[in-house]
């Protein structure tokens, strides 16, 4: 199983333990709202696991995707409160096929601003 296919199998099952033990213990995660990017496996996982609550419902899926030798970028859609969010996931991966790197870019502005709110929320639960 590539890690491109664990990390679809994290977002299908929603299992925090294949999440963690597909992150690499140095992952980096850059966020649409936050400056700096998160490095460290403890981090990334919080920012994953609460994007994967707030965005990973029902309406979401994966419309997009171009994979590299070393990683993927995958474009995705969901509708939260009627608003609609586009965005892409670039993930890379190691060669053991665990997540070094996940970068999120969301469009428009006020879906950016919603989720800004809302992970803030998500985060705080989990503090």
């Not at 920012?47 to 993927?72: D, Q």
Request: aromatic share 10%; no cysteine.
């Amino acid at each position: 199983m590539t890690g491109l296919d664990s990390w679809y199998a994290f977002m299908k099952a929603h299992d925090g333990k294949a999440l963690w033990d597909l992150l690499h213990p140095d992952a980096v995660f850059e966020s649409p709202v936050v400056h700096s990017p998160q490095r460290g496996r403890d981090i990334t996982f919080k920012y994953l696991a609460s994007a994967e609550k707030v965005l990973g419902g029902p309406g979401f899926s994966y419309v997009g995707e171009w994979r590299s030798a070393n990683g993927a970028v995958l474009e995705f859609k969901n509708v939260i409160d009627g608003i609609e969010i586009n965005g892409v996931d670039i993930i890379t991966f190691d060669a053991e096929g665990r997540i070094t790197h996940f970068k999120v870019m969301v469009r428009p502005l006020k879906a950016i601003n919603m989720l800004h709110r809302l992970m803030a929320e998500q985060l705080a639960a989990q503090s």
